[in-house]
């Protein structure tokens, strides 16, 4: 596989479950981002992970949590979500946040979510 | 904080039709400005971007050039496709210590028919 891969494509769940989102990247990149995507919003950025380690969080309710074991994946843990976080959520990775200057990112296609 | 203004969408054109896509911005600093565009399906991806002001960015025909002076970093294409039809994002990055913090827009869909 190429590119950045995120799973389940789709998901709903109740306000009380426990579910979570995996993005996998395979282009040698080492910085990884949570972007949520709503309608009629901008693109919203929740999290930048470089190297492994959280660099922005940019104040995200903590029934988000976010994990990045390495620098080839990200997980987004969700617990006791509200109706109002039903949105797509964007996985996506660039080289490393000190160095690449290029404002590249690439982006997955996404993790549809329902809360209902 | 810094902000991102794009034209309300929809806009629907006919194949071979010009295209614009207004995108304006409100940053401190000297942000690099993108456009991003969304197929169908799949996630964003990179259409072009310029990173001071006066330059051009360049892709598949599009072009956007960097306004300081109107804060401005429109889309154009002189002769749009069926297979253009996607949501674009305009977007800034104010660098310095930390890249890769994009702010968007709020998309624009286009749609267009043969």
């Known amino acids: 596989e190429t590119g950045v891969t995120q799973t389940p494509r789709h998901l709903v769940m109740g306000m009380t479950n426990k579910k979570s989102l995996k993005c996998e990247q395979h282009?040698?990149?080492?910085?990884m981002y949570w972007y949520k995507q709503s309608a009629k919003k901008p693109l919203e950025l929740m999290f930048v992970y470089n190297f492994k380690e959280q660099t922005e969080n940019n104040s995200v309710p903590s029934r988000f949590s976010p994990e990045c074991p390495n620098s080839s994946h990200l997980f987004l843990h969700l617990h006791t979500l509200q109706p109002e976080d039903s949105a797509l959520y964007l996985c996506?990775?660039?080289?490393?946040?000190?160095?690449?200057?290029?404002?590249?990112?690439?982006f997955g296609e996404g993790s549809r979510l329902t809360v209902l | 904080g810094d902000s991102v203004t794009q034209m309300e969408g929809p806009v629907t054109l006919s194949e071979e039709a010009f295209l614009t896509i207004n995108c304006t911005y409100t940053?401190?600093?000297?942000?690099?400005l993108f456009w991003y565009v969304q197929y169908p399906g799949e996630g964003l991806q990179l259409l072009l971007k310029a990173t001071k002001a006066d330059d051009k960015g360049s892709n598949k025909g599009f072009e956007a050039t960097y306004r300081k002076e109107t804060t401005s970093f429109h889309l154009e294409k002189g002769s749009v496709q069926v297979s253009d039809s996607a949501v674009y994002f305009c977007a800034l990055e104010v660098g310095g210590t930390s890249y890769g913090k994009l702010t968007f827009g709020q998309g624009t869909i286009l749609t267009v028919h043969p």
């Open positions: 940053a401190t600093g000297y942000p690099s």
């Open positions: 996506a990775s660039s080289q490393d946040v000190w160095r690449d200057k290029t404002g590249e990112l690439f």
């Open positions: 282009l040698g990149h080492n910085a």
